[in-house]
């Protein structure tokens, strides 16, 4: 369970916002609870608004995930890539053509790793406070994209080849991701001024 002295960090953005407006365990508790699980319908939302280019759609995820680990931190962020990822293995339809164990295995699956080890590594980058200054965070969500892209394209290549994965996962997304990267890197420091 998400006991809150292992989760919290006053370092992040979501933990200091928690932690200046309660001192009580159990809310600071609950809160993380819905956090994690509203991070998670973020997730799912982001990845329902695609442009379906084959076999890898164009969605909003990447996006997303970075401002989740660069937000909540990498306990908090990796706990809720990991809840939506585990929704996607029971069945739930939350990835971007559905859901299911299988999915993993086909051409998207390694870019749905990747969101688990970007969050993981700029969750990490955010509870140093990289997230507080727009370069700091600039640099840490091309790092975390830069895990997504590897994973993602060394899957694709091993089922696909690797042109093929150049071709229909990378090329059609670099441009668009960097300056959906780059707008999330400037806006992160802003948001962290709301916690202050």
Do not use: C, E
């Amino acid at each position: 369970m998400l006991h809150q002295t292992n989760i919290i960090n006053n370092k992040t953005w979501i933990g200091k916002l928690i932690s200046k407006n309660t001192d009580n365990v159990n809310i600071k508790t609950l809160f993380l609870i819905i956090t994690v699980f509203l991070g998670s319908l973020l997730l799912i939302a982001s990845a329902k608004i695609k442009v379906p280019l084959y076999p890898v759609p164009m969605t909003l995820q990447p996006m997303a995930v970075l401002m989740i680990a660069m937000l909540f931190g990498r306990k908090l962020a990796t706990f809720t890539v990991g809840l939506y990822i585990f929704k996607g293995i029971i069945g739930l339809p939350v990835f971007a053509f559905g859901g299911g164990l299988a999915y993993l295995m086909g051409p998207t699956g390694g870019f749905i790793l990747g969101f688990f080890v970007s969050a993981f590594i700029v969750g990490y980058l955010a509870d140093l406070g990289w997230g507080k200054k727009v370069l700091l965070s600039i640099i840490s969500m091309l790092i975390g994209m830069g895990v997504i892209y590897t994973l993602g394209i060394f899957q694709l290549a091993l089922l696909k080849g690797f042109d093929y994965a150049l071709l229909k996962g990378f090329y059609p997304f670099i441009l668009g991701d960097f300056y959906k990267l780059l707008l999330a890197g400037i806006i992160t420091p802003y948001i962290w001024k709301i916690s202050k």
